[in-house]
Antibody, heavy 121, light 111 residues
Framework: EVQLVQSGAEVKKPGESLKISCKGS????????IAWVRQRPGKGLEWMGI????????RYSPSFQGQVTISADKSINTAYLQWSSLKASDTAMYYC??????????????WGQGTLVTVSS | QSVLTQPPSASGTPGQSVTISCSGN????????VNWYQQLPGTAPKLLIY???RRPSGVPDRFSGSKSGTSASLAISGLQSEDEADYYC????????????FGGGTKLTVL
């Protein structure tokens, strides 16, 4: 069974750094893209970017380029999303997701449970 | 402002049929396939329809998708209370807006 298990909820102050994780199991982690999706409270879904753990090829949505860093450690089947300086506007639920097939960069069939990030002074 | 336009809300009574629209342009829906996701309250999104009209294994055939030109639709027949959720369309965008674009979501209420 394919599973994506995300790290737990975080409460941070503005200006702090943060790295959240998404650990995959039940599939060949290096062969599938992993994407990150933001959902602000009461709002819709926003694609942030995507990484191919096999070679760390990373693509960002224009709105998130330079705002976050996506990385992966294929030795432990884990993808990461990190911020160097959080803002209150980063408060959101963050999901990782995997496509349906190895060759797709979209059509996300498998999702993590979400990580709630709260940024407040 | 989402690149793909969906009505913010829709509603129906049990047993009825409901259709949710998703409007785009030639850079996205007009030249790429559409996926639909269902998000039940407090849960992660679930892939409902992919490649315009295909259902993943386990999705009831009450759910169907279609596309014409730069618009797509999700139809739900035999509405059930458990269908109450947010529904999002998604496509690939060939312009600078992309590459992935979502609709703003439609909240479906089962009366």
């Amino acid at each position: 069974e394919v599973q994506l298990v995300q790290s737990g909820a975080e409460v941070k102050k503005p200006g702090e750094s943060l790295k959240i994780s998404c650990k995959g199991s039940g599939h060949s982690f290096t062969n599938y893209w992993i994407a990150w999706v933001r959902q602000r409270p009461g709002k819709g879904l926003e694609w942030m970017g995507i990484i191919y753990p096999g070679d760390s090829d990373t693509r960002y949505s224009p709105s998130f380029q330079g705002q976050v860093t996506i990385s992966a450690d294929k030795s432990i089947n884990t993808a990461y999303l990190q911020w160097s300086s959080l803002k209150a506007s980063d408060t959101a639920m963050y999901y990782c997701a995997r496509p349906r097939t190895e060759w797709e960069l979209r059509t996300f069939q498998h999702w993590g449970q979400g990580t709630l990030v709260t940024v407040s002074s | 402002q989402s690149v793909l336009t969906q009505p913010p809300s829709a509603s129906g009574t049990p047993g009825q049929s409901v259709t949710i629209s998703c409007s785009g342009n030639t850079s996205n829906i007009g030249s790429n396939s559409v996926n639909w996701y269902q998000q039940l309250p407090g849960t992660a999104p679930k892939l409902l329809i992919y490649s315009d009209n295909r259902r993943p294994s386990g999705v009831p055939d009450r759910f169907s998708g279609s596309k014409s030109g730069t618009s797509a639709s999700l139809a739900i027949s035999g509405l059930q209370s458990e269908d109450e959720a947010d529904y999002y369309c998604e496509s690939w965008d060939d312009s600078l807006s992309g590459p992935w674009v979502f609709g703003g979501g439609t909240k479906l209420t089962v009366l």
